[in-house]
């Protein structure tokens, strides 16, 4: 089994209030398991615009036969909260089962604990009320077999070198649960270095689209969303390296990445 460090990362729910309308995305094939995922831990950092580490984070990934739950959660240093659960099957095509996202906390503008059952098309959004109760809404809603929310990083991992564009469905929330596409595409090439030794990181760019009315008013207000960066190593195990967007809609532009153990004094004092 192949380990992928992509899956479920944060910013591509990031569209949320952004749109008022949304037209239905067209059906397409769901993404081909050209490596399968295994069980991981992997370690995490988000930093800000400035360079800072904002907050440090986790990825478990289990197996379960052909299902795969990988669970991503960012502690911030003011206290917030970002937890994002996906639960995918990896039988020849990779399928979204669930996605259940929270988001809560000083660092979110407008939190939210979003439930996505992909198999009986329901989306439950729990919020808090004006008198302070929680209140759940839950919409029925059509959804496609390659829906990819919670999964981006991995859909990339998993495309052909040759493709020259791939399109996939999301949900996002505004504030109805609707559908958008996200076109992925390569970019240049990049290269990095570990411990002084260089290699060669794949770049995609992801756009939304909006569609419909919507998608050509948007630009004119200043509501299009920014494209999200993200960068992968390929060969035989794909695995994610680095991402760039918001997190949440109008936020500011954050980096997740890899993070690496700290040992000694410096790992005692937390710096």
């Not at 906390?105 to 992909?118: C, L, Q, R, S, W």
């Not at 109760?133 to 496609?144: C, G, I, N, Q, W």
């Not at 680095?242 to 004094?265: C, F, H, K, N």
Request: hydrophobic residues 40%; proline residues 7%; aromatic residues 4%.
């Amino acid at each position: 089994m192949k380990n992928a460090l992509g899956v479920g990362l944060r910013s591509l729910w990031l569209i949320a209030a952004v749109i008022c309308v949304v037209r239905p995305v067209a059906v397409a094939e769901p993404v081909a398991v050209r490596s399968a995922q295994g069980t991981i831990h992997g370690f995490l950092q988000m930093r800000s615009e400035d360079g800072h580490v904002v907050a440090t984070g986790d990825i478990v990934q289990v197996t379960h036969g052909d299902q795969v739950t990988s669970r991503t959660t960012f502690h911030f240093k003011d206290g917030s909260l970002d937890d994002e659960t996906t639960v995918f099957s990896q039988r020849r095509m990779f399928r979204l089962i669930s996605d259940h996202h929270v988001q809560k906390g000083p660092a979110f503008p407008h939190p939210m604990d979003v439930m996505i059952e992909a198999r009986g098309g329901t989306v439950t959004v729990r919020t808090d009320g004006k008198d302070g109760k929680e209140e759940v809404h839950t919409d029925k809603v059509a959804l496609p077999p390659d829906l990819a929310n919670g999964m981006v990083p991995l859909v990339i991992e998993n495309l052909r070198l040759e493709a020259a564009e791939t399109t996939v469905p999301m949900v996002v929330m505004t504030p109805k649960p609707r559908l958008v596409k996200l076109v992925i595409s390569p970019q240049e090439k990049q290269s990095f270095s570990i411990a002084g030794t260089a290699h060669e990181a794949l770049h995609y760019e992801v756009k939304i689209e909006i569609g419909g009315v919507a998608g050509m008013v948007a630009p004119l207000i200043g509501k299009a969303p920014p494209n999200i960066e993200i960068w992968i190593v390929g060969g035989e195990a794909p695995t994610f390296l680095r991402e760039q967007g918001p997190i949440y809609a109008d936020g500011p532009i954050m980096t997740v990445e890899l993070a690496s153990p700290v040992w000694g004094e410096v790992a005692k004092s937390g710096n």
